[in-house]
């Protein structure tokens, strides 16, 4: 089989959210752990997260929030995916999200959410661990 | 069994699309059956090739000739390539940023790729990705290629029509002199257009152009067109500009001469690239690529005999085959 299989990962973010400093940090750090990220910018709905993991073929969809939307947007996007059939797509979310809040995200379908002060290791390990293997 | 990802194609999944594409990234053989069934369905979508040096603007122009060709009615595929880091491999894929307003826009499809260590200002499988699109019903397509210095041509190997993207203040009238990706444009965009230096720039580019329409009289003379992307200034003419190269590419018979060279080169590139890949295969395989090595640090044997030696003997095997 090929060697040159990559992680391919969306890293987006959702709803009206004007800060991507750590988006962008993320970015590099996976860049650095040999990922192929597609940075979508800000300002991004469920639809169009969604239809760009489709075009990329991503293997993983990194969601930060920083604004408090991600009771809504985080299972909405998970919701947009099964419509448009990427139920094989690894949905990751970080940023100021209160723990109270993780269980109902799990639950939604978010493999993981990462807090501040996450080890940054500790995310790609988690990410090669479960990123779907390729067909 | 594998998924049949051309028929998938052929009846507009763009599911299929993004898989074949990544089998395409990675090299896949599977990827083989699927680009020949597709291969009659090619050859439709016109090709347009966006290149110029890091921070020029290519992005920004993609998405406002992407948004031109929209309001004409027509389809546009995009592939949008950045740079694979040389020592991890990782990339930081960000052209789409700059076209966000087509993420939902079924008549658009964008696939960012990585260069992979691929030289040339593209990826490996850029020639491939732009077929499946055309196959796909694309009436255009455009490449963004990596941000290049000099000497990254590729584009012109894929594309009918290439637009080099300039901005004022990277450098004096020497830099215009020089070979390379200078020469490649059919359209020349000046792009960030209110910045100082545009006008001479400008002026330069002109200067250029005529200085080698002496030497080797042109047919066709690449307009020089001035833009402001972010502003939307310049991209009407910047379109003129591409409407009037395909009437000449296409009144002067270049259309058919300019694919005609390119299928040449590129069925010889393919076929230079399966033979180097099943003797390299054959060589590491068995080891005895280690033992050449050997040899040849040891000064026991040199490379080109080796060379010559393992050409030979292939070539020897498959005729008795």
């Keep these: ?135 | 069994m594998a998924p049949d990802y051309a028929k998938e194609v052929l009846e507009g999944s763009p599911r299929a699309v993004a898989r074949l594409i990544s089998w395409l990234e990675d090299e896949d053989e599977r990827a083989y059956p699927c680009m020949e069934a597709l291969h009659p369905h090619t050859g439709k979508a016109y090709i347009i090739g966006i290149t110029g040096s890091p921070g020029a603007g290519k992005s920004t122009l993609t998405d406002k000739v992407t948004f031109a060709f929209r309001q004409r009615g027509l389809t546009v595929g995009i592939v949008a390539i950045d740079p694979s880091s040389p020592f991890t491999g990782g990339a930081v894929l960000g052209d789409r940023i700059r076209m966000s307003r087509f993420s939902v826009d079924p008549g658009v499809y964008i696939r960012s790729m990585a260069t992979r260590g691929f030289l040339g200002g593209l990826a490996r499988a850029t020639g491939d990705v732009v077929r499946v699109l055309d196959a796909f019903g694309k009436d255009v397509i455009i490449i963004e290629t990596v941000g290049v210095g000099q000497d990254e041509v590729d584009v012109i190997r894929i594309a009918d029509a290439t637009c080099l993207v300039l901005v004022p203040g990277l450098g004096d009238a020497i830099q215009s002199m020089k070979a390379g990706v200078m020469e490649i444009a059919d359209v020349f965009a000046i792009n960030k257009a209110d910045r100082p230096g545009a006008d001479q720039l400008a002026a330069e580019v002109v200067s250029r152009i005529e200085l080698d329409n002496q030497f080797k009289p042109k047919e066709w003379m690449p307009p020089v067109v001035k833009t402001i992307a972010v502003e939307d200034q310049g991209v009407d003419a910047l379109m003129a500009a591409f409407d009037a190269h395909r009437e000449y590419l296409e009144s002067s018979g270049k259309f058919i001469e300019r694919r005609k060279e390119r299928v040449r080169e590129e069925t010889l590139r393919m076929i230079h690239d399966e033979l180097f890949r099943v003797i390299r295969d054959a060589l590491v395989s068995n080891g005895r690529l280690d033992g050449l090595v050997h040899e040849i640090m040891e000064h026991k044997r040199n490379p080109y005999a080796i060379m010559r030696e393992t050409v030979s003997r292939w070539l020897r095997a498959s005729c008795e085959r």
């Design chain 1, 1 to 135: 089989m090929a060697s040159n299989r990559k992680i391919k990962m969306v890293l987006a973010k959702p709803g009206l959210d004007g800060h991507d400093r750590g988006a962008k940090l993320l970015a590099r750090i996976f860049a650095e752990a040999g990922m192929e990220v597609v940075y979508t910018g800000l300002r991004q709905t469920p639809e169009m997260i969604v239809e760009t993991a489709l075009q990329e073929d991503a293997d993983v969809i990194g969601l930060s929030s920083l604004s408090g939307v991600h009771n809504y947007f985080f299972p909405r996007i998970v919701e947009v995916m099964k419509e448009k059939g990427l139920t094989d797509v690894l949905v990751v979310g970080g940023g100021i999200i209160p723990t109270e809040d993780v269980p109902f995200l799990k639950q939604s379908g978010i493999a993981e959410i990462f807090g501040p002060g996450t080890p940054t290791n500790d995310i790609v390990d988690f990410i090669r661990g479960n990123a779907r293997q390729r067909d």
